[in-house]
């Protein structure tokens, strides 16, 4: 069975950092898009960043050089790294993936189509203190 767990998520002060982790079981890598969306209050649920298996990469212009993807194949596991947190910040991220063999998937259900996403953790919280 495909499962996705996260962890990571914890109150931390503006500024400060954070990794994210998302345990992926029931399947590999390969041929799946796979990546971080975050809920924050008053606002639509975004992409945040996603990555294709011959490492592709997608970030949203809000975590651009502040957010870093990774993938860990041996330990089948997938990292958010997220520097110089901001209020905005704040919220509920998931770890989502799904079958993507082309590499402009990656960005399609990154910033436009989350909903095709087939697999989804339950989430990790992520407060930001000023």
């Known amino acids: 069975e495909v499962q996705l767990v996260e962890s990571g998520g914890d109150l931390v002060q503006a500024g400060g950092s954070l990794r994210l982790s998302c345990a992926a079981s029931?399947?590999?890598?390969?041929?799946?898009?796979i990546g971080w969306f975050r809920q924050v209050p008053g606002k639509e649920r975004e992409g945040v960043s996603c990555?294709?298996?011959?490492?592709?990469?997608y970030y949203s212009d809000s975590v651009k050089g502040r957010f870093t993807i990774s993938i860990d194949n041996a330990k089948n596991t997938v990292y958010l790294q997220m520097n110089g947190l901001k209020s905005e910040d704040a919220g509920v991220y998931y770890c989502?993936?799904?079958?993507?063999?082309?590499?402009?998937?990656?960005?399609?259900?990154?910033?436009?189509?989350?909903?095709?996403?087939?697999?989804w953790g339950k989430g990790t919280l992520v407060n930001v203190s000023s």
């Open positions: 029931g399947f590999t890598f390969d041929n799946y898009v």
């Open positions: 989502a993936a799904r079958v993507g063999s082309a590499r402009y998937e990656t960005n399609w259900y990154c910033a436009l189509y989350s909903y095709a996403m087939e697999y």
């Open positions: 990555m294709k298996s011959d490492d592709y990469t």
